[in-house]
């Protein structure tokens, strides 16, 4: 006859029943996580992956926006600042550049002195009308200034006004002066240096307007020196 301590079986079969939950597997084999894994998962203690960071948008952006467009500001939402371009001097397209004359060089141009200290009235006509492009006529203008030279004996407000037009048309300095004083105390020196400079730079007022367009029509038709036919 066996006599059974069913003490000792009882303790037998939990440690049993222990060592078989401990080594049981997280997964099962259809590859499902078994109710334990359920059961001892907490989101406090298991961090999420971080989204990933598009590292090459931001590059791409930067070197197209190099210090955010120049603006020193925060793109908003993702979006970067465009760049801002700024007009330096009102002066147009034109890049920035000198007078190719002094206020002083008047005899740089002999006849160009002479006529403008004799009839100061023709040597702005034809200024004004190149400058304008031919939207003012130079006889027009030319009265206007005699008109108020015998009247006001101050030709130089008006006259001044051509001066600025010349400086943002070419991107010249306001120099040695501020465009009224030039012409207030220098008006002929002013007129005689702003009429060689329109020369120099291919614009020929004593032609007038509709000149120059035809002198540069037939330079472009014109065919270039050295070809031969073959």
């Known amino acids: ?51 990933p960071v598009y590292e090459k948008q931001m590059v791409e952006t930067e070197q197209k926006y190099p210090n955010n467009g120049g603006m020193g500001g925060v793109p ?14 009102g002066m147009g397209n034109q890049p920035r550049s000198n007078w190719t004359s002094g206020l002083c060089d008047c005899m740089n141009d002999v006849e160009n002195a002479i006529i403008t200290c004799s009839f100061p009235f023709v040597t702005f006509g034809q200024i004004a009308e190149v400058t304008d492009e031919g939207t003012t006529s130079c006889g027009m203008s030319g009265m206007l200034y005699l008109f108020i030279c015998c009247l006001f004996m101050t030709p130089c407000v008006y006259s001044c006004t051509f001066r600025a037009k010349i400086r943002s048309k070419f991107g010249l ?50 065919p270039p020196m050295g070809q031969r036919m073959i």
């Open 76 to 89: 908003v939402m993702g979006i970067p600042a465009q760049p801002m371009y700024i007009n330096p001097g």
């Open 1 to 51: 006859m066996v006599v059974v301590d069913h003490k000792q079986s009882r303790k037998e079969l939990y440690e049993l029943h222990n060592e078989s939950w401990c080594n049981e597997p997280d997964l099962r084999p259809d590859q499902s996580p078994s109710p334990r894994m359920n059961n001892n998962f907490n989101p406090m203690f298991h961090a999420q992956p971080e989204p």
């Open 173 to 222: 300095p306001d120099a040695p002066a501020p465009d009224w004083i030039t012409h207030c105390f220098c008006e002929f020196c002013a007129l005689c240096q702003e009429y060689r400079e329109l020369k120099n730079r291919g614009l020929d007022p004593s032609i007038g307007w509709i000149g120059n367009v035809q002198r540069q029509q037939q330079e472009m038709m014109a």
